[in-house]
């Protein structure tokens, strides 16, 4: 009968996913008369834990080409957007969330511009981003351990009775002259 012991391991303790959608708004210098695209780029994030809870600061930059004086002129106006997400993350079983907790961030959706119109002279935009947080720690296994060493395999060697043969026919005795 085997015996259990304990390993000390690193594991995910508590893993989850959330989708986030935000509206901004942005002021331009000319009253702008059709928006011609929307594009967000440079998104970078951190995670950090307080409490129970996980704390995902981060920002991107959205730059918006839009035509004004009745679209006989172009331009385009850049913001960089910060944010500052709290999430709960549900841990697995009897998970104790100590201070030497990794978190690991990961962008599932990227931030993308959904919806953007003119609203009131000023350029109103919905971006959406999915964000998956994993919480990475010390957890103990019990496995059980057999006592018994597994026995050896005996190898063989393939020698037949020919290359016995060929062998002896190919030796020089006098070798050494």
Not at 62 to 82: A, F, H, L, M, R
Not at 132 to 148: H, R, W
Not at 151 to 162: A, F, H, K, L, Q
Request: some cysteine; glycine content about 6%; proline content about 2%.
């Amino acid at each position: 009968m085997g015996t259990y012991r304990e390993i000390v391991t690193k594991a995910v303790l508590g893993k989850g996913k959330k989708y986030f959608k935000n509206v901004y708004n942005l002021k331009t210098e000319a009253l702008p008369s059709t928006v011609l695209g929307c594009w967000v780029i440079n998104h970078k994030f951190r995670g950090y834990q307080t409490g129970e809870k996980v704390i995902v600061d981060g920002s991107f930059d959205v730059n918006i080409w839009y035509s004004y004086e009745d679209d006989s002129k172009t331009g385009v106006v850049s913001k960089k957007i910060d944010y500052n997400e709290t999430v709960s993350i549900k841990t697995k079983e009897d998970s104790d969330l100590t201070s030497d907790i990794e978190i690991i961030v990961r962008a599932l959706k990227q931030p993308n511009c959904t919806r953007v119109e003119i609203k009131d002279g000023a350029i109103e935009y919905e971006i959406e981003k999915e964000l998956g947080i994993e919480l990475v720690g010390d957890t103990k296994m019990k496995i059980a351990v057999e006592q018994e060493e597994e026995p050896w395999d005996v190898i063989e060697d393939e020698v037949t009775d020919e290359i016995d043969n060929e062998i002896e026919q190919n030796v020089d005795e006098n070798f050494i002259k």
